[in-house]
């Protein structure tokens, strides 16, 4: 017997950068678009043992997953938080799998956390002798519970837009007029980043540079929402470029150099793509060398053209369900 989840990534185009306290409660509000295609499977088992542990769940279109000693610890620390707040008693063998790299800027731990804990909750409800005894929770109550093992995954609970709002415990679906975008991820290097998303918060907000951040992501929040609710696309593109690059100063006056030499190349040619075209997509980067695009639905042939233009500086694209392997 066992209990399964499947979870979304997301993609902040207003970044959660830095924290109030030890829950995760965010300084600043964020945006985010979920991102179907790039997903986590957790599954939880019953063990007859003292103590959870964890394993990596060998599924068919899978990518190797290697989670270091911290990253295991901090995945069974945030379980035993839930069976706490489920009720649950035992051990239990927690097995998870992404569709997807981890640790390149993809925002893993947001897709494997909420997996986590849609899993720990359905676990709760099916294992309870009296199941009116447990809590039933709407994806708005789980978003809460999930937030205290990773900020950025109560965003995931929510489709296909979702804001994490300053003085909000979880986050909730928003509304505007791109219910479907295309996603594309130029993966530059598989290797693991050196230093995490969570790790990375705590040291820039003790920079010089984080002061007026704060204020900055409010204000480009107001102006992102302002601007896709007018449909003004190269308005969007100004306004989340200038929110990447924002946090990657952060990032490197905390002395943390995501960005690569490929990286940089990219962003070029994609910035002239923009002033040729005078159109293309909206351009981001999480921790990590990893690119994110967004495509319009009328977009599909500028993916191809754009794509044919860094092909040559790309390990992994990563695109609405599938993948190339350029190596």
């Known amino acids: 017997m066992y209990w399964e989840a499947l979870a979304p990534s997301n993609l902040a185009l207003i970044k959660y950068a830095g924290k109030k306290d030890k829950n995760n409660l965010p300084l600043n509000s964020s945006l985010s ?39 295991i610890e901090r995945f069974l620390r945030f379980f035993q938080f839930l069976k706490k707040a489920f009720k649950v008693p035992g051990a239990y063998l927690i097995q998870s799998a992404n569709c997807f790299p981890a640790s390149i800027g993809a925002a893993s731990s947001a897709s494997s956390f909420c997996a986590l804990t849609q899993a720990t909750y359905q676990m709760a409800l099916s294992r309870s002798s009296n199941p009116s005894q447990v ?7 789980l978003s809460v519970f999930s937030r205290h093992g990773s900020g950025s995954s109560c965003r995931s609970f929510f489709r296909p837009w979702a804001i ?7 986050a909730r679906a928003i509304e505007t007029p791109f219910p479907y975008l295309i996603h594309q991820l130029l993966v530059v290097d598989l290797e693991h980043k050196g230093v995490s998303s969570s790790l990375a918060h705590e040291k820039i907000i003790r920079t010089t540079a984080f002061k ?3 204020d900055r ?25 200038d929110e990447f690059q924002d946090l990657h100063h952060l990032y490197e006056a905390a002395g943390i150099f995501y960005r690569n030499e490929k990286s940089y190349k990219i962003l070029d040619i994609i910035k002239a793509f923009w002033e040729t075209e005078k159109d293309g997509p909206l351009v981001t980067m999480d921790a990590g060398s990893s690119i994110h695009l967004l495509y319009r639905p009328d977009q599909t042939t500028a993916v191809g053209r754009l794509y044919s233009l860094v092909e040559g500086l790309v390990k992994l694209e990563i695109s609405s369900g599938k993948y190339t392997d350029s190596v």
């Open 33 to 71: 678009y979920t991102l179907d295609h790039l997903t986590t499977k957790v599954r939880v088992t019953p063990i007859e043992d003292e103590k959870d542990k964890w394993r990596v769940l060998e599924s068919k279109g899978s990518f190797s997953l290697t989670l270091s000693s911290s990253a």
């Open 135 to 141: 809590e039933e929770l709407t994806s708005s109550c």
């Open 164 to 170: 994490w709002d300053q003085e909000g415990e979880g």
């Open 212 to 214: 007026g951040r704060i």
């Open 217 to 241: 992501a409010q204000k480009r929040l107001s102006s992102l929402l302002s601007a896709l609710n007018e449909r003004n696309w190269a308005r969007c593109f100004e306004i989340t470029w």
